[in-house]
């Protein structure tokens, strides 16, 4: 691997030179600017090292230039670290990642290792575009509008680099749909993509949930167990709802981001951590710094490439396509057969606003396609579902019975006015013939609903994990 450190200071200059030769790494060195450029000629390198405050110019328009050179060359800054913003602009404009001054070793090795891994298949993204083009899907993304089209771009750049990304957007914009396709794309495709709901870690185990511990390190730890960071190794971790993770939780972390490096508890053992960190949020990060819910230093470490997903109301042309690709997906897991969309319909589902974006917009065609029959999702039905009219009645709608169109049986008193079972809050009604999924379903919802939404006691009751609740909460959509 030829590798140009272009640095200014000589101290720093000096030093990275040995050290990189120390890595048997072919090494040049330039002080200026106009010395990287003669490099990027003559040498042709496969990396470069760079400042990107130069005595006659800026660093930055090099990261442009070496790139635009040859897009397979990846470029590292060096940046102060009071200047993290000129090393999100670096990252923006191309750069793999970025190493704060003073430089530690281990960071160093740790940026070659992950250099070395595998540089990014040039032609990658080109396929996915075409597949955009022609298809309207960018990996777990479907979407065709203008701003959709933004958000993959962004995306396709952000995968290849290795610093933190910040997604926010409104509840059931797309933001994990985001994240998956930013894993997907990147060069840690091949490992796991770990998802920590911040709000959900409970409090006391939040260490060795995160970072593991030794056996006997606390009563109860009978064995040695790894973190989530050590299950997201070479991979990625998403934090879904940053805001909520607890505050001590987050001077953790800060230190886990700045040393790259964590110990288990009860452990003496520093273990380099080598994940990609991505976060979400449908709040006002701003604001949540300004609370103070949110650290300042740590949202400034997470939020170097921010990423924001559209609300669904801002682009409209995306429902019809999405639309149709869940009624799709919808027919298959359930296996009905392939039913479309009446224009009409496909009006009313782009004339909504959809304020709970596409995971609602998703929901509602679930809805409609269970109650309709035949091969078209008219106007009426959608219209129904659109209303509201539909949510009381989905909880009791059967599966057809063979030969049979399907059946819808509205949840009211029995004649008489005694109350039905399906009256009684705490009764969830079963019947042979009900999907498993759908029974758990309710059975979660009426359980919640029954401890007034108290998810530690809904749990206690299921005698499941408050991990499993949260998990399944989710699963369901019991939540917007
Ligand atoms: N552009 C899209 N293409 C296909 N599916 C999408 C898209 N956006 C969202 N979805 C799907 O909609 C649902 C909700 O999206 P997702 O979970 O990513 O939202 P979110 O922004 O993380 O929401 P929350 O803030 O509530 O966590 C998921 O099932 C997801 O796969
Ligand atoms: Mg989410």
């Keep these: 691997m030829k590798i140009l450190v272009v640095e200014d200071d000589r101290d720093t200059r000096e030093g990275l030179q040995m050290l990189l030769e120390d890595f048997h790494l072919d090494v040049r060195a330039a002080a200026t600017l106009a010395e990287a450029r003669a490099a990027l000629a003559a040498f042709d390198p496969d990396v470069c090292l760079t400042d990107l405050q130069l005595p006659d110019g800026d660093g930055l328009d090099f990261v442009r230039e070496a790139r635009a050179e040859d897009p397979r060359r990846e470029i ?13 602009e670096a990252m923006k404009a191309g750069a793999f ?25 040039g032609g990658g993204d080109a396929a996915l575009w075409k597949t955009l ?6 990996g777990a993304i479907v979407g065709v509008s203008p701003a959709m089209r933004e958000m993959c771009a962004v995306i396709a750049r952000v995968a290849r680099s290795d610093a933190p990304v910040m997604i926010t957007g409104e509840s059931g914009s797309g933001k994990e749909a985001a994240a998956q396709t930013i894993h997907d794309l990147s060069r840690r495709r091949g490992r796991p993509l770990v998802a920590i709901n911040c709000g959900a870690v409970s409090a006391n185990l939040i260490e060795s949930e995160l970072f593991g511990h030794e056996r006997g390190a606390f009563t109860g730890a009978e064995k040695r167990r790894s973190g989530y960071f050590e299950l997201a190794q070479g991979g990625t971790l998403f934090l879904d709802e ?7 939780l987050q001077v953790k972390f800060l230190r886990v981001l700045e040393t ?3 110990r288990r508890v009860g452990g003496n053992e520093e273990i380099a951590s080598d994940v990609r960190v991505i976060s979400s949020s449908n709040r006002d990060l701003a604001e ?33 396509v999405l639309a149709r690709f869940f009624l799709a997906r919808i027919a298959e897991s359930e296996g009905g057969g392939r039913r479309s969309f009446s224009p009409a319909a496909l009006e009313s589902l782009a004339a909504h606003p959809w304020p709970g974006n596409v995971r ?22 959608v219209a129904a579902v659109l209303a509201g009219h539909s949510s009381g009645v989905f909880a009791s709608v059967r599966p057809p019975a063979p030969g049979s169109s399907p059946r819808v049986e509205a949840v009211e008193p029995a004649p008489g006015g005694a109350p039905t079972v399906a009256d009684d809050p705490l009764v969830v009604p079963v019947r042979v013939g009900d999907s498993l999924e759908d029974v758990e379903r309710r059975l979660l919802e009426r359980t919640l609903a029954a401890v007034g939404g108290n998810k530690r006691k809904a749990a206690e009751m299921l005698r499941v994990s408050l991990k499993t609740v949260y998990n399944k ?8």
């Design 360 to 381: 609602e917009l998703r929901n509602a065609v679930h809805r409609a396609y269970v109650l309709s029959d035949g091969d078209t999702v008219d106007d009426a039905v």
């Design 288 to 320: 949540a710094v300004e609370k103070k819910t949110l650290r300042e230093d740590l949202y400034y470490r997470l939020n170097v490439l921010p990423l924001h997903v559209v609300p669904l109301r801002e682009r409209r042309e995306d429902v019809p």
């Design 133 to 138: 083009d022609e298809t309207g899907r960018f």
């Design 260 to 262: 790259r490096s964590f």
């Design 76 to 88: 590292v800054v060096l940046t102060g670290h009071g200047s993290l913003d000129s090393a999100v």
């Design 473 to 480: 909460i989710k699963q369901y959509e019991l939540e917007r």
């Design 97 to 121: 990642d970025y190493l704060v001054k003073p430089l530690r070793p281990v960071q160093l090795e740790a940026v070659l290792g992950r250099l070395r891994r595998g540089a990014p298949d």
């Design 242 to 248: 940053v805001t909520e993770m607890p505050p001590d």
